[in-house]
């Protein structure tokens, strides 16, 4: 289960950063636009963050290892067609058919430890797929520009192939154990208005947060803000609309009775403002250093590349801390950390060498990978073990309105701090201000991951009846699949 877990979130992170490397590639191939070939990475996102919850909830009902196991399909499927393409929008298109199998696998793959591992092992168990994750970033910014420089685009979505064969593989044995499918009636109609729903209002808040308009891609020229002020609206009406169904139907998609459970609330709000931070760092790091410092994309790869590094066996290190002692300090502690890096990066990069950014962004690194995995296991033990799919998919969920938001909020700080007429300045003199305009978009992440860490503090303690209630064995419950 742990390979079968672990190559499926490679296949996943494969297709997220890295791809991005292609974008340049892509558009040149076809003769279009860097904004055109975007949309591989923006369908992508789409389609991701609006199905992932409502993956989760068919795990529920079908089985999670099944959707799993479609889901891993439907990546590696995606993937190969999009290999076969001639043209940009078949690429996206099958883009979207990978990014809803990326759904079906996030959206259940929590779902799938949480059955299997009792609480006080999935602090290391979650760990093991985050470090395949780190591994597929890694793994990815390594062969990808190889393949774009010495052989063909093709090469990158043809190499997730033999991975999800390999993942395909390794699910095997728990679809040979999986239970037969629930008798009809027996857990309710299936909230299909709620989930369309749902989709349509993740979809048009991570559309929100990308530059889907004409002219330049900031928030404060004319054609962004009559662009994204009406998506934002948009998005808060779609969210009204859905929490009002969702209270009046007999079986929601999102039961909004979790919410009242402290310890599950906070500990997502803590997720967002975790992946709000993630992505804010993925923003903000290319532009301080292309615009800041003026160098090469190459060295954004150099600057990440340390930090990512960590991700191969830090995150096991916490999850083992979590599961031995416990430490109530120790989500917020990895919170303080990452705010104290933030900091220390915007108030000293714009007076020190390039060379000292990577070091400079240890810290962050270091909070970074060892959060996810104990916040991870902290959600799927604040609620039942019944409930497993719920907190799967508000887990993703969360995560995926925390990089909508980080995205926007640090591109939106940054554009705020510069001056209107950055354009017509020389590269030399525009730089002191993207360094500035960073300075001040880090201090809005800090503020942020201090909100997060504030929370984590004064979260209450999980329930003992949901933190020490271990998974039925496999004979006796008939739930091998999970």
Not at 45 to 56: E, H, I, N, Q, R
Not at 147 to 169: N, T
Not at 436 to 447: D, I, Q
């Amino acid at each position: 289960m742990l390979l079968a877990l672990t190559s499926a979130y490679m296949l996943v992170q494969l297709s997220s950063l890295p791809v991005a490397l292609s974008l340049p590639t892509l558009g040149e191939v076809f003769g279009v636009s860097i904004s055109d070939a975007a949309w591989v990475v923006v369908m992508y996102l789409l389609v991701l963050g609006g199905f992932v919850l409502l993956a989760a909830r068919l795990g529920d009902r079908y089985g999670h290892a099944r959707v799993f196991f479609l889901g891993i399909l439907a990546s590696t499927i995606g993937s190969g067609l999009i290999a076969l393409s001639q043209d940009l929008w078949q690429v996206v298109m099958w883009r979207g058919v990978a990014g809803l199998g990326s759904a079906m696998i996030l959206g259940n793959s929590n779902a799938i430890l949480a059955a299997t591992f009792p609480p006080d092992e999935r602090g290391r168990a979650f760990a093991v797929p985050i470090m395949g994750a780190r591994f597929g970033t890694l793994t990815g910014l390594a062969l990808f520009g190889l393949f774009l420089q010495l052989l063909d685009w093709r090469f990158i979505f043809i190499s997730f192939i033999p991975l999800g064969v390999l993942a395909m593989a390794a699910c095997l044995p728990m679809l040979r154990h999986a239970p037969p499918p629930p008798a009809a009636g027996s857990t309710g109609r299936i909230d299909w208005l709620g989930g369309l729903l749902l989709v349509a209002t993740a979809m048009v808040l991570i559309a929100s947060g990308n530059h889907l308009h004409g002219g330049e891609d900031t928030f404060l020229s004319s054609d962004g803000l009559t662009y994204h002020l009406p998506m934002h609206g948009a998005f808060l009406a779609l969210l009204v609309v859905f929490v009002l169904v969702e209270l009046r139907v007999t079986n929601p998609i999102v039961d909004m009775k979790h919410f009242r459970q402290s310890q599950f609330s906070m500990a997502l709000v803590s997720n967002v403002t975790y992946h709000f931070s993630m992505l804010a760092t993925m923003t903000l790091i290319p532009i301080v250093v292309e615009e800041g410092f003026g160098m090469s994309p190459l060295w954004v790869t150099v600057v990440l590349v340390p930090s990512q590094s960590l991700g191969i066996f830090m995150p096991m290190v916490a999850g083992w801390v979590f599961d031995r002692y416990q430490p109530r300090l120790l989500r917020p502690g990895t919170m303080a950390l990452i705010a104290g890096g933030f900091l220390m990066v915007g108030l000293l990069v714009p007076h020190m060498p390039f060379w000292t950014l990577p070091l400079l962004m240890m810290p962050i690194a270091v909070g970074t990978n060892m959060f996810n995995p104990v916040n991870n296991a902290t959600i799927m033990n604040s609620l039942a073990l019944e409930h497993r799919g719920v907190a799967s998919g508000m887990l993703e969920t969360t995560r995926e309105l925390g990089h909508a938001l980080g995205a926007t909020a640090a591109a939106g700080a940054l554009a705020l701090a510069l001056p209107a007429s950055i354009e017509a300045l020389s590269e030399i003199s525009a730089q002191s201000y993207f360094l500035s305009g960073f300075r001040a978009s880090s201090l809005m992440v800090v503020l942020v991951l201090l909100v997060g860490a504030s929370l984590a503090l004064f979260q209450p303690a999980t329930s003992s009846r949901n933190l020490f209630r271990r998974a039925p064995e496999p004979s006796q419950a008939g739930s091998g699949d999970d």
